[in-house]
C-alpha cells in the first residue's frame, strides 16, 4: 500500500491498495515490480542460475498482480507461490504476496512476508513504507515510524510523501498529534494537492476542534478527490461541530445514498438524529 533494488531499474508500478480497509481514514500502500538485475545466487534456487531464477519470479509476481487486480486470488496465490519458490530473496515477490495474504484475513502470514521483503532489501524505500503500513495496521507505531523513516531516506525511492503521509497518518491514529502534524505538512508542502494528506490534516484539525480549518482542509479534499464512506463520515461531522444543519444534511444525503448499509452512515444517521 514499492520497491527499487539498489542495481535494479523500476519496471511497472502497480498500486495495489491505496486505502487500507482496516485503517478508518487509510494509508496508502503502493507496490512496484522490479527489472531483472544480476547478483550471487539466491539460497532458494540452487538448480537454475540467479538470472533464470529472477526472471520466472519476477515473470510470476507479475501475473499474480494481474490476476489479484481481476479478484483472481486463487490463480494469484498460486503464481505468487511460485514466485518466492524460485526466488525467495525476491522483494516484490514477497511483498505482493503478503498483500494477497491480507486480504484473504491471514494477517500472521502477512506479516511474515512483509518481514521477508524487508530482509531482502532492508534499505528499500517502498519495502519499507510496505512493511511500516502493516505496522501500523496492527497498532506498532514506533516500529511503523522506524520503517516510514528507513524509507525516506532511501535516495531512490520516488514516492517519499507517500511515506510522509502514512507516517502521519499513522500518527493520528495512535493520536500523537503534534508529531502527526509535522509529516503531514512536510507532505503537504511537497505535493499540495495529495488527497490522503488533505484528508488526514481534516481528521487532525477535527480532533483538535479546529473546526472551521477542518473544514478548509475538507474542501481542498473535495477540489482533487471524490467522498468514500469515510470522508463524508468525517465531512458530517464537521459541519455538526460547526452546527451547520444545511451542509450537514448533504452530507447525510450522500453517505445514505451511497453507502446506505455501511456503518458510516449508520453512525451519521444516530448523530443527526434522523
Do not use: W
Not at 518466492?84 to 498483500?99: F, L, M, R
Not at 482533487?224 to 444525503?253: G, I, K
Amino acid at each position: 500500500m514499492k520497491a527499487l533494488a539498489s542495481t535494479a531499474r523500476k519496471a511497472n508500478k502497480y498500486d495495489v491498495s491505496n486505502r487500507c480497509a482496516s485503517s478508518r481514514y487509510g494509508l496508502a500502500v503502493m507496490l512496484f515490480v522490479f527489472l531483472l538485475t544480476s547478483g550471487c545466487a539466491s539460497s532458494g534456487s540452487r538448480s537454475k542460475p540467479e538470472s533464470e531464477a529472477r526472471k520466472a519470479a519476477e515473470a510470476n509476481t507479475s501475473l499474480g498482480m494481474q490476476y489479484m487486480e481481476r479478484g483472481q486470488y486463487e490463480i494469484a496465490f498460486g503464481k505468487l507461490k511460485k514466485a518466492i519458490a524460485e526466488d525467495p530473496g525476491y522483494a516484490p515477490g514477497q511483498t505482493v504476496i503478503a498483500v494477497l495474504y491480507e486480504k484473504l484475513g491471514e494477517d500472521d502470514l502477512a506479516g511474515k512476508h512483509y518481514q521477508k521483503a524487508y530482509e531482502a532489501d532492508p534499505k528499500d524505500g517502498d519495502v519499507n513504507n510496505n512493511y511500516g503500513t502493516y505496522l501500523c495496521r496492527k497498532g506498532k507505531t514506533s516500529e511503523a515510524i522506524g520503517h516510514f523513516e528507513s524509507a525516506l531516506k532511501d535516495p531512490f525511492y520516488s514516492s517519499p510523501v507517500v511515506a510522509m503521509v502514512n507516517a502521519g497518518t499513522c500518527e493520528l491514529e495512535a493520536n500523537n498529534i503534534a508529531d502527526a502534524e509535522l509529516y503531514l505538512r512536510s507532505a503537504l508542502k511537497a505535493e499540495p494537492s495529495n488527497p490522503d494528506g488533505l484528508l488526514a490534516m481534516a481528521k487532525l484539525n477535527y480532533l483538535n476542534s479546529a473546526y472551521l480549518l477542518s473544514r478548509a482542509f475538507m474542501q481542498r479534499y473535495e477540489s482533487v478527490a471524490s467522498h468514500n464512506a469515510n470522508s463524508l463520515l468525517l465531512a458530517f461531522n464537521v459541519e455538526m461541530a460547526l452546527r451547520d444543519r444545511e451542509a450537514s444534511d448533504r452530507y447525510l444525503y450522500q453517505l445514505q445514498n451511497n453507502y446506505s448499509d455501511s456503518e458510516q452512515a449508520e453512525e451519521a444517521r444516530r448523530l443527526s438524529g434522523k
